[in-house]
């Protein structure tokens, strides 16, 4: 028998999917092509892949995946951290238990860090710059 903080764990779940794919806009198959890039040198997509229109169309889609990444990297933090703290709750005094939740936590800040961090690092070790 499930324990009612399950249950109700499960249900929030589902209310926050459901809540949260109301504000997703439909697109239909007939949708317009974006483009990428200035109009002189524009590139068409088939999808919206978020291009903001601005120079060249390569630097334009590849930062336009960085910033969709950069969802992702910022989901994989939250729920990296919000284990650790279950780790660390629920591991009762025991000393190994504690050390791999607290291990666990430093480690996603570290590479939170390293990726806040990473733009800057890649100019400094590349001099002509990175996507300039």
Known sequence: ??????KLL???????LL???QGI???SA????????????????????GCKGRGNPIADASFAIIRFLSYGVGLVVVGSI???????SSSRGDPQATARAIERIR??????IIFIFAFPILNYLIPAGFLK
């Not at 028998?1 to 399950?6: A, C, P, V, W």
């Open 1 to 6: 028998m499930r324990s009612l903080k399950y």
């Open 10 to 16: 499960v249900a929030t779940g589902f209310f926050i």
């Open 19 to 21: 809540f949260s794919a």
């Open 25 to 27: 806009p439909a697109v």
């Open 30 to 49: 007939a949708a317009t092509r974006d483009t990428c890039g200035k109009k002189s040198l524009e590139v068409s997509t088939a999808i919206d892949i």
């Open 82 to 88: 919000i284990v650790g703290g279950i780790q660390y």
């Open 107 to 112: 480690s996603t800040l570290i590479a939170l």
